[in-house]
């Protein structure tokens, strides 16, 4: 047997281990991950409480949403009723849409990841216990706040996907746009920081020898899941960053009368709105093939396939995404592997439902409530999908794209792919959080009037669709036939509202929170997650054999529960987890995790208070906002990156694992680069828009400014990553002095900031942002780059505090080498965008 | 002047619900789509109930029969082979048959310019050189059995237009010329609307396509085009009200001073079947409705109120107007 | 009128569009303000403010009310005698 990291497999054989553990061991473990009470309950960040807050506010949201479908449905359900006037109508249709796709089913997945990523790979809590808790009550705040401008009437109403130039200043003068674009691209911004903490937990804090053939596929559907948010993502953050330029600054990406575009919008947005669908259906049919083995009480049957759909599914997802623009006239060619792309995408779903429909057949089913839920979710999730493969025949598209038959066919989808395994998660895995388990009976209850509701509420709406209803209408015209199907749809909404009442009718009767004392593994799960927990996790970690780790070893649940495995108590007299390599999940070192604090949740309230405050113009306390969320995020960092006073432990069986380690291997450098992932695509995305405009407005394309004009910059740039990377290298000579290091290190983030400021001189003495598209995509990467240079300068004096108070250790400091990651990488960037605004040129 | 006019056609002809207009194609663009619908129906209908019958068995099944698609190969042959294959076949038959979407209109198609305008729609007949020869507004005429081009464009936001029943849509994007062919098999009315949602009364955007016998249409036309050079004054008391009450600011009758180009030209509104964009039958009386408080009928779209104006004045303007044909 | 029907004159106004100057208890849409509101009108005297408020009358006037009241601003409208007599049928069931 190889190994990843030079660890011995041959030391698994020592555990479980035969002798007890120490007296008091357990305590100091209790008492290390006792949580606050009272009001000091909010500092929490611990992910079996933020998990489940996670899970809560995205309920609540998809109940918010919920209702206003249910207005809008009683406005339907006759011709011309005046029970919503239009503008109401039309901004309830925006929240719907946008309310449930981003503060419902995306967070929802990510809530459920927090939650049962930890215990399912055995972790005693994600690797980044503070940005959860930053993404959680970033999230939440500003996902009330946003939907607070409801009430006032302010709410935006373009439509969840905004098409400009309905949505700009000319046509939405109001800030009922601005909500939109600064709310949702604030979320977009918790949603990716807790993508990056899901890959890194996924990769890096698995269970010893817990292989990645090993890994549950829950962990394989969140890891795809965050990777397509780091791709995705920066596509929607672009565009909607864009649009508000041109709505605050009039610079036109989106005006055709001046070299912009309003298909470019389109194309960014489903860039990302595409990929977006399966970004919500993997993590759910993730959850559907953890919880059929259990149901069907068997092993889940193509389990390698499964794994191979998700990174399929990934890969197809993010080229197709012009079949939302079939009907914009685009060139036959394109359209034709559009259409075959887009039913490509069917196989990945096809060979997931057959693995479970197999799953069924070599098992024994139970009637039971998550059956139910998983049942009813795949015939309904199949049903949307063949509506789906229709309208990726083109010309059938033209006919029924943006009528009641896409109405009808999303909803199936995302009801049957998304909302009933959801459903089926919350019986399931509830005995994990609540102390009783929900009611069977009820259970049954809501999901036969949940799947009746859905039926008799969206099959009909396809033949509204046929009927020539397009969708968004605040009313039709009496006299044609559309009434009756109308009619029909707002009962059965009403009918799938009341399963979904009945169901929190059963959780105000059942729910009763735990974190140590639920109600354990009501249908046997076979998977770590169903350990013995304590506030803590697990007693102690596993080593894993298998897929069903507790089918396969009885004895696993009593051996981890007195502590016979990995990391028993707490060596270093901290909250900590095992950091394991991403392969083979070799033990690598002890992490020490950060506990309660006060600053996520201030600084997330100062990151909501910025963006919400520059919706309602008022600029100067959403600076403040602004400083005081960057401060709180410097205060929480202070904390961290610290030395243990042993520098290695023994984490069982007589392991000794450091708990000090830099470079590559740290989970810091895995977020980092991760986070310049998201940085590159942003860029990329930039990259994009710039090329775009010059094919398709040539016209407005005026000669870019000379190449030697760049030289500046360049050179600046140069000196900037060489500065960094010498403090770097300094820092691990014992001659030089302890501030020599830092202040290469400081000196290179700065020269940043020179380096920009030459390369917009030369460039804005050329282009005009406000005169053309491609004046204000040079000055978009210039936006960019100024953001990264404000980071960087930010770090610098960051590295210079930790410095002047001895927190810089040589010879190797994460810190310092996080520092200098960031600005060699900006310094790059910046080059690139400065050649690239230059080389583009009219000419050619 | 005290004879009741006629509706030509009623509203609900034009806008029926039933039987759907995509199953029920009045012209060859729409026609082999609609085709294709059933075809991709049935597909639907024969795939659901494999996945229905499979589960079932799972479920329900005897051993043999369970232990058979408990397997591994099921994965292969439902998951992967069966969406394979009959994608393939349905990709490769459908483009077939719609095949004469993509061909060219026949040299020398007529050619109407059509602009989607919150919340309305101009019309431009062009002349063989590509010039504008007749403006109209909101409902289009057209010779059965030719297939005519229009020129999709927009004004302000992006619209999408669609007839159902002649064709698929297409958007209107501001900077962009969409080129979409229609044709119609028999004469008639057909109703469309706007497709892609344009914010406030985006539901109340109506269109009307009429299809004439050619010697009809061509004798229309003809008309119309003999009008414009004598359009005699009425010297009636709604031609002095139309200049007085600021009307021709924004609307156009040919052929008099009257030259507003913002909204709806009016040279022929005698003659159309509806009002405020194919939502109102066209009659003395709802134009009187139209004219005093469009607001009332079409919250939120560009038409004032003139709730000043005394209920005659509204009158003698509805009678002017009725006499623009 | 004993083969007059309310509901059928309830059908006819939507389709002319008689609501697009009148507001109509039974008719959503338009909710025109150009002409007086309609609900009440069985119960009123006179038929705008002149006529004696009887069907024969009243189906004549929502017909071709310039014929019946010379100077009248309300128009002619595209509908059958025997849809007039519906309509005003339909009239008479618009108690206050």
Known sequence: MTSETGFDPELYKRFPVREDRPEGELEELERLWEQPKGWARLTIVNNNYVGLWYVAAA?????????????????????????????????????????????????????????LLPQMLAARDLPFPRLSAYAFWAYFVGGISFFASLFVGLAPNGGWFMYPPLTGKAFSPGINADFWLLGIGFIEISAIAGAIEIIVGVLRTRAPNMTLDKMPIFAWGMLVFASMIIIAFPAVIMCTLFLELERAFNWPFFDPTRGGDPLLWQHLFWFFGHPEVYIIFLPAAALVSMMIPALARTTLIGHDLIVLAFLATAFISFGVWSHHMFATGMPRLSVGFFAAASMAVSVPAGIQVFSWIATFASGKPRHNTPTLFVLGGLVIFVMGGLTGVMVAMVPFDWQVHDTYFIVAHLHYVLIGGALFPVFAVFYYWIG??????????????????????????????????????????????????????????????????????????????????TVNKGAGNTYGGGTLEWLPTGLYSARSIPVVKSRYPLWDDPDISRDVEEGRYFLPGAPTGNRETLITSPVRAEPQYVQIMPGPSVWPLFSAVGTAGFFLLLTIEAYIPSFASGILAVLCVLRWMWDTDRVAAAEEVDVGAGIMLPTYVTGRSTHGWWAMVILLIVVFMLFLMTLFSYLYLFGVQPDFWQEPPALSTGFVALGLYGAAAGFAWLGRRLL??????????????IVGALLLLPALIADYWSVSAVLDPVMSGQGAVAHAFLANQMMLVLIAALMALYLGARTARNLVIRPRNNTVDLVTLFVVYTAVQGSASALIIRLVSGAG | MSRPISTRSSLESVFKGWPPPVLDPAGPYAGSISVLSWVLFAMAVVVLGVVLAALGVALFGGQRLKSRLGGQAVIWLGGIALPIVVL?????????????????????????????????????????????????ANELHIPVGETVVLELRSADVIHSFWVPRLSGKLDMIPGRVNLMKIKADKPGSYGGQCAEYCGGPHALMGFVVVAHEPAEFRRIMADRQAALASKPPSGGRGEQLFASAGCAACHRIAGTPFNGMAGPDLTHVGTRRTLGAGILPNNRGTLMGWIGNAQAIKPGNRMPPYSVLPADDIRDLALYLEQQR | MPEANAARGRKVMARVGCASCHTIPGIAWPQGQVGPALQGFAAGNLISGQLPNRPDVLAAYVRNAPEVLPGTTMPAMPISEREARDVAAYLYTLEP
Request: hydrophobic letters at 50%; charged letters at 10%.
């Open chain 2, 88 to 136: 393939t076949a349905l990709l490769v038959y459908g483009l077939s048959l719609t095949r004469n979407l993509g061909t060219p209109a026949p040299p020398g198609a007529m050619r109407v310019q059509v602009t989607g305008e919150m919340w309305w729609w101009r019309v431009a007949y062009l002349d063989s050189s590509g010039k504008v020869a007749l403006w109209d």
């Open chain 1, 432 to 513: 994990m959080t609540s102390s009783r388990p929900l009611s069977e009976r009820l259970g049954k209850w809501t999901f036969w009037l949940m799947f009746v509701g859905v039926h008799v509420t969206f099959l009909p709406m396809h033949i509204t669709g046929f009927m020539g209803m397009p969708r968004r209408v605040y009313t039709y015209l009496p006299g044609g036939d559309l009434t009756f199907t109308n009619f029909l749809s707002t009962v059965g909404a009403f009918v799938l509202a009341a399963g979904v009442l009945l169901f929190l009718v059963d959780l105000a009767r059942n729910f009763r929170f």
């Open chain 1, 732 to 745: 691990a000579r014992e001659k030089s002095t302890l501030w020599s290091p830092s202040t290469a290190s």
């Open chain 1, 59 to 115: 309920f609540l949201f998809f109940l918010l949403a919920g209702i206003l479908a249910l207005v809008m449905r009683v406005q339907l359900a006759l011709p011309l009723q005046g029970i919503l006037p239009q503008e109401t109508y039309n901004q309830f249709f925006t929240m719907h849409g946008t309310v449930m796709m981003f503060l419902f089913a995306v967070p929802m997945m990510e809530a459920l990841g927090v939650m």
